[in-house]
């Protein structure tokens, strides 16, 4: 059975910072990961898809990273900035077809 | 392009109630989410429609949930009889075609349910 964890649960830091947001999953035979994002009392915003035969997706700021091999994806988000308080959360496609979320990391960038 | 719609925003009722929520897909994906998602949790899968049958319902609390997509664009899920451990905010997406490795869903702003 896939699990999906993302560690931290909660961060902080000062606006400019670069930051690393970590997810594992333990059943590497996947088809894709995607980053998501969610502001509070709103839906979910697709971020990035990495498809399994990938190694990374950049998009602006942002940049995913897939390791299926450790079971690990990272997404690095350069020179924070307040607007990028939000919760991340990952999520793995695999043989069930469906995708499998982690309970996500809240960040907060401060000002 | 407008994006997924979904309505209530908001709901509340007393256990043992009934409850319907709705929604509008990006036009012309044809494959359909619900999600259920418990506060300080990720989104569960609770159904996926491949244009108007199912793909999967394995989550799917099938003595009290239902759902049903006419026509293969807009769906509705019912709850009957709520329950107080239904409290959650109840997600819709949709995507293009459902393909495993390149297909982004869409989410919707989702309904928050309390059960009391």
């Known amino acids: 059975k896939q699990e999906v964890t993302q560690i931290p649960a909660a961060l902080s830091v000062p606006e400019g910072e670069n930051l690393v947001l970590n997810c594992s999953f333990t059943d590497s035979a996947i088809y894709n990961l995607q980053w998501f994002r969610q502001d509070p009392g709103k839906g979910l915003t697709s971020l990035l898809l990495i498809q399994s035969s990938q190694r990374e997706q950049t998009s602006g700021r942002l940049n995913a990273s897939l390791d299926k091999s450790s079971g690990r994806s990272t997404l690095y988000i350069a020179a924070s900035q307040p607007g990028d308080s939000a919760t991340y959360l990952c999520a793995v496609r695999g043989g069930t077809y469906k995708y499998i979320f982690g309970t996500g990391t809240r960040l907060k960038v401060l000002a | 392009e407008a994006g997924v719609a979904q309505s209530p925003r908001y709901k509340i009722i007393e256990k043992r109630q009934s409850v319907a929520f709705w929604c509008n897909p990006i036009s012309g994906h044809a494959t359909l989410y619900w999600y259920q998602q418990i506060l300080g949790q990720g989104p569960k899968l609770l159904i996926q429609f491949q244009n108007n049958g199912v793909v999967d319902d394995s989550q799917l609390p099938k003595d009290r949930f239902s759902a049903e997509r006419l026509k293969g664009v807009d769906s509705t899920l019912k709850i009957q009889p709520a329950k107080l451990e239904d409290s959650a905010v109840y997600l819709c997406?949709?995507?293009?075609?459902?393909?495993?490795?390149?297909?982004?869903?869409?989410f919707g702003p989702g309904t928050r349910l309390t059960v009391l």
């Open positions: 997406a949709s995507s293009l075609d459902g393909s495993l490795s390149t297909d982004t869903q869409y």
